[in-house]
């Protein structure tokens, strides 16, 4: 398994918007949602980070090729898909269906061993 992790700012006076996006997947849309990122091949965790900069959200993607699960994801046309690209477009100003050049992070440091960073 690999891991792919990618951190999004909230835009200023966003927080309570996010947060109820987040309760709509953790709720109602809780079955669309693990549907999507089962169809995606991957398993994802959201985290909230709190930041003097402002909140940050940080989504990791765990599974056999995480960047291709998230090219998936973004790229999917059914309802659950434009929903939650329209509110993640709306909380954190960017566009997430505008192509990719490259990866949106890379990893550096991992404990159990030597991480090469792309450069």
């Known amino acids: 398994m690999s891991l792919m992790a ?5 835009l200023p006076g966003k927080t309570a918007e996010w947060r109820s996006f987040m309760d709509e997947i953790n709720g109602p849309r809780r079955a669309e949602f693990a549907e999507s990122r089962r169809r995606a ?3 994802e965790r959201t985290f ?6 402002g909140d940050l959200v940080i989504v990791t993607l765990e599974g056999d090729d995480p960047a291709a699960s998230f090219g998936r ?6 309802a659950f898909t ?4 329209e509110r993640a477009g709306a909380v954190h100003g960017i566009d997430l269906t505008a192509p990719m050049t490259e990866l949106p992070s890379s990893l550096v440091i991992d404990s159990e061993e030597v991480a090469v960073p792309a450069r």
Request: charged share 5%.
């Open 6 to 10: 990618v951190a999004f700012p909230i």
């Open 82 to 85: 434009t929903w939650f690209l």
């Open 48 to 53: 909230l980070q709190p930041t003097p900069m």
């Open 73 to 78: 994801m973004v790229g999917a046309t059914d």
């Open 41 to 43: 091949g991957v398993h």
